[in-house]
């Protein structure tokens, strides 16, 4: 039987097929996080440094192949204190450097459908008995068309992966730490882009997608803010990751000309600001959107 290429255990993972296989507790160190290794990397900060509990906070984190959140995992810092929970589909396997006290499981995951959100969020909540309370929606997709050229597939796909996913991880998630009492502090930084405000040619429906995200979570930050849940948006500008890689030098040159720092950001630089919304020592931001750019317009 073919083996998870996230996990390694029996199974296969299709894009379209939700696929949800058992959890495994000692599936560590494995699949890709993309920018939420960024987080674990400086994890400690999630920390009440009041409690004297040791039983870490459980984490969720979502990954997809996006430009902003690929390659976030070259981030390093303090020492990891959290659990995490790593979902997506076709995730290579990436095996990385963690304390060995810290749990990471990789699950497979359709952001597109309902059901398979809902089963994995189950699942979580079943393992750490208790939900996650930091959630970070990176699940997104890029595709370049001149707009008279987007078929509906195309159109379908980035507003099902890039908004409707952001939605329902967002609804599923807040329901689970509502009914687990476990909405103080939580904290949900969905993944938006800087096309969402500036808008680029060739690129109308990933902007328009990524612009859904942000109002979807100024809202939802007016609505969850009774509950004691911060929603927050950040925006990465262009970051130097493996999508990147692929963009010609010619095109480079043209955003670093509009990029007043001069240069490409740094995973790391993106994976700091989701550690800054995330720990419980920024717990008066809410419904903010943050740019990490360079300033590029």
Same mark, same amino acid.
């Given at each position: 039987?073919?083996?998870?290429?996230?996990?390694?255990?029996? &199974?296969?993972? #299709?894009?379209?097929?939700?696929?949800?296989?058992?959890?495994?507790?000692?599936? #560590?160190?494995?699949?890709?996080?993309? !920018?939420?290794?960024?987080?674990?990397?400086?994890?400690?900060? %999630?920390?009440?440094?009041?409690?004297?509990?040791?039983?870490?906070?459980?984490?969720?984190?979502?990954?997809?192949?996006?430009?902003?959140?690929?390659?976030?995992?070259e981030a390093r810092g303090a020492p990891?204190?959290?659990?995490?929970v790593v979902y997506g589909y076709d995730v290579p396997p990436s095996p990385l450097q963690r304390p060995a006290r810290v749990e990471h499981i990789g699950l497979h995951i359709n952001v597109e459908d309902r059901n398979s959100v809902?089963?994995? %969020?189950?699942?979580?909540?079943?393992? %750490?008995?208790?939900?996650?309370t930091i959630i970070v929606n990176s699940a997104g997709i890029y595709r370049k068309n001149f707009?008279?050229?987007?078929?509906?597939?195309?159109?379908?796909d980035i507003i099902?992966?890039?908004? @409707?996913?952001? %939605?329902?991880?967002?609804?599923?998630?807040?329901?689970?730490?509502?009914?687990?009492?476990?909405?103080?502090?939580s904290s949900i930084i969905n993944i938006s882009s800087i096309a969402a405000i500036n808008g680029y040619a060739e690129v109308s429906i990933h902007s328009a997608s990524?612009? &859904? !995200?942000?109002?979807?979570? @100024?809202?939802?930050?007016?609505?969850?803010?009774?509950? &004691?849940?911060?929603?927050n948006t950040v925006l990465p500008g262009f970051i130097d990751t493996p999508m990147a890689a692929t963009v010609s030098a010619k095109t480079k040159e043209m955003f670093i000309k509009n990029i007043p720092l001069q240069r490409i950001g740094k995973p790391e630089e993106v994976a700091e600001v989701i550690v800054f919304l995330a720990s419980d020592r920024r717990s008066y931001i809410n419904g903010a959107s943050i740019e990490i750019s360079g300033g590029l317009n």
């Amino acid at each position: 039987m073919p083996r998870c290429p996230c996990c390694l255990a029996p &199974g296969t993972c #299709h894009r379209r097929v939700a696929t949800s296989s058992p959890l495994l507790p000692r599936c #560590h160190s494995m699949g890709r996080p993309a !920018v939420l290794d960024g987080v674990l990397a400086h994890s400690n900060q %999630f920390c009440d440094p009041s409690s004297n509990t040791t039983r870490p906070r459980a984490v969720s984190t979502q990954n997809w192949q996006t430009s902003a959140s690929e390659g976030c995992e070259e981030a390093r810092g303090a020492p990891a204190g959290a659990a995490s929970v790593v979902y997506g589909y076709d995730v290579p396997p990436s095996p990385l450097q963690r304390p060995a006290r810290v749990e990471h499981i990789g699950l497979h995951i359709n952001v597109e459908d309902r059901n398979s959100v809902e089963t994995t %969020f189950k699942d979580v909540v079943k393992h %750490f008995s208790k939900p996650p309370t930091i959630i970070v929606n990176s699940a997104g997709i890029y595709r370049k068309n001149f707009l008279m050229e987007v078929d509906d597939n195309t159109f379908d796909d980035i507003i099902n992966i890039n908004l @409707k996913g952001t %939605f329902l991880v967002m609804q599923t998630a807040v329901k689970a730490m509502i009914e687990g009492h476990a909405t103080k502090n939580s904290s949900i930084i969905n993944i938006s882009s800087i096309a969402a405000i500036n808008g680029y040619a060739e690129v109308s429906i990933h902007s328009a997608s990524k612009a &859904g !995200v942000i109002a979807m979570t @100024k809202s939802a930050s007016l609505e969850f803010g009774q509950f &004691g849940i911060r929603v927050n948006t950040v925006l990465p500008g262009f970051i130097d990751t493996p999508m990147a890689a692929t963009v010609s030098a010619k095109t480079k040159e043209m955003f670093i000309k509009n990029i007043p720092l001069q240069r490409i950001g740094k995973p790391e630089e993106v994976a700091e600001v989701i550690v800054f919304l995330a720990s419980d020592r920024r717990s008066y931001i809410n419904g903010a959107s943050i740019e990490i750019s360079g300033g590029l317009n």
